[in-house]
């Protein structure tokens, strides 16, 4: 009796033995395969980066992304474009469309296209200058990475890089590729060089600009935070309050968006 008694109590713990070994077993199976699940994680996120939309894919540099996170400016007024915010090789404006305004005689087709939301603004700021007589002709609006590295190789050819520089922005740091910037004159002056300051049209532009959101994006006196040299005939669609705040304090797009990083 006392044989059988130790027989089944031995086969008891044996089982318990089996049955705990067994539980050990799947808990560390579980733990491991947690492990190795969270290791392939970790490694696909490295390997295969999350997608991302066009509105934080602009520029390339480290600050860049810093810049056009700002919540509070518009995506379009956030875009900063100039030689340390480049943007990628690829990058085209999602909506493009040719605004119905006069262009200068030698405007070429292909850059005469602007972003529908700056095309809109155009239009307005142009239909407001000529209810005070001054008549505006566009010249150069949005124009794509093959069509700027031409314009910059030619004048690097008839000049030189460092003189190139000056004037040209090169094809990934040029704000005609956003489709938000656009070169103006009028009927009074027909030349892109700094004695279009001296018109009538100018003047207007630089009093009323703002208020259809366009400032003048290169003026004189800020080279050192442009980059690049006065140009009385190149304007930036940004949006009305943030055109609004840069032109009453004479400050740059750069400028501004330092104020609020």
Sequence with gaps: MRKTLSILLISVALVSTISCSREFTAAHNIKLNATQTNESNIKDSKECPQLTTEENTYNTSEDSSEVNSSKTLSTLGTLLVNRSHRLKNSYTPQSLRIPNIKFISYANSRVKKMHTTAADA??????????????????SG???????????????????????????????????????????????????????????????????????????????????????????????????????EISQRHITLEEYLNKVK
């Excluded at 407001?128 to 505006?136: P, R, S």
């Excluded at 027909?190 to 600009?209: H, P």
């Design 122 to 139: 155009l239009e307005n700021l142009f239909n407001a200058a000529k209810e005070n007589g001054i008549t505006l002709l566009g010249v």
């Design 142 to 244: 949005y124009r794509d990475y093959s069509y700027q590295k031409r314009n910059y190789d030619k004048r690097v050819l008839s000049s030189s890089k460092e003189e190139a520089d000056k004037y040209v922005a090169q094809p990934n740091a040029s704000e005609h590729r956003t489709g938000l910037a656009i070169d103006i004159l009028s009927d009074e002056y027909r030349f892109l060089d700094e004695g279009f300051e001296k018109t009538e049209a100018y003047n207007w532009l630089e009093s009323n600009c703002y208020k259809y959101g366009f400032i003048l994006r290169y003026p004189k006196g800020k080279e050192n935070i442009t980059g690049y040299n006065y140009e009385p005939w190149h304007i930036r669609y940004v949006g009305i309050s943030e055109a609004t």
